[in-house]
């Protein structure tokens, strides 16, 4: 992710919060999303999500590259075995099975921006979240709030019922990382979301990918 480092100025109670936070957590969760997916929107960027339980983990790193017009997707599950790669470009989708060695080429396919970039479930373990602010940081080249994680509102109604670790929030309002762990008696959950080189990020053809 990108390198978060601690700032003098402002604070957390001066920070200027963005559309549904506030220094008290998540005020109004439709509105945190919504201004997250309109701040990234159209924007290159890489994102890693990283889903650990106790017998095994998932890991999705996506990366797009507004200005060259490419993309990559790579998917790695160790409870099914799975490890695909794709790369999206002009000339269409290319997916590599990692652990067969299976090219699939779709060249007529017409993918977006958002078919690569958006984080499928990335709410999901926000929800619910008891947050309070307890520092500033230096994230992406912005200013950033952080949150402490606390515990689970309402922990009666939801399958999680114990909560900790911590969310980073940019005053422009992407998310720009999380850690969390989530569970009850019988599971527990991590979570961890990175979002870096915002503007910046770049794909490279994989070797894999076929001449011509």
């Known amino acids: ?36 997916d309109e701040t990234v929107a159209n924007v290159s960027r890489e994102s890693r999500l990283v889903i650990t339980d106790e017998d095994a983990n998932r890991t999705v790193v996506r990366t797009l590259d507004t200005e060259a017009g490419t993309g990559s997707l790579r998917f790695v599950d160790t409870r099914f075995n799975n490890d695909v790669h794709a790369y999206y470009s002009a000339a269409g989708v290319f997916e590599y099975d990692r652990t067969t060695g299976e090219l699939r080429r779709s060249p007529d396919e017409n993918w977006t921006a958002a078919d ?41 109604s939801v399958p999680s019922n114990t909560a900790t670790g911590h969310v980073t929030v940019a005053r422009e309002g992407f998310i720009a990382a999380y850690n969390v762990t989530r569970g009850n008696e019988e599971f527990t959950r991590q979570t961890r979301y990175d979002l870096s080189a915002l503007g910046t990020a ?5 070797t894999w990918m076929p001449d011509g």
């Open 1 to 36: 992710m990108g390198q978060q480092t601690a700032t003098q100025q402002p604070t957390v109670a001066e920070f200027s919060y963005p559309a549904g936070w506030s220094q008290a957590g998540i005020t109004d969760f439709s509105a945190a999303l919504e201004t997250h």
């Open 202 to 206: 770049t794909v490279t053809r994989p």
């Open 116 to 156: 690569v970039a958006t984080v499928a479930g990335l709410e999901r373990p926000l929800r619910n979240l008891e947050l309070t602010a307890t520092d500033t940081v230096s994230v992406e080249g912005t200013t950033a709030v952080r949150y402490t994680v606390t515990g689970i509102q309402h922990p009666d």
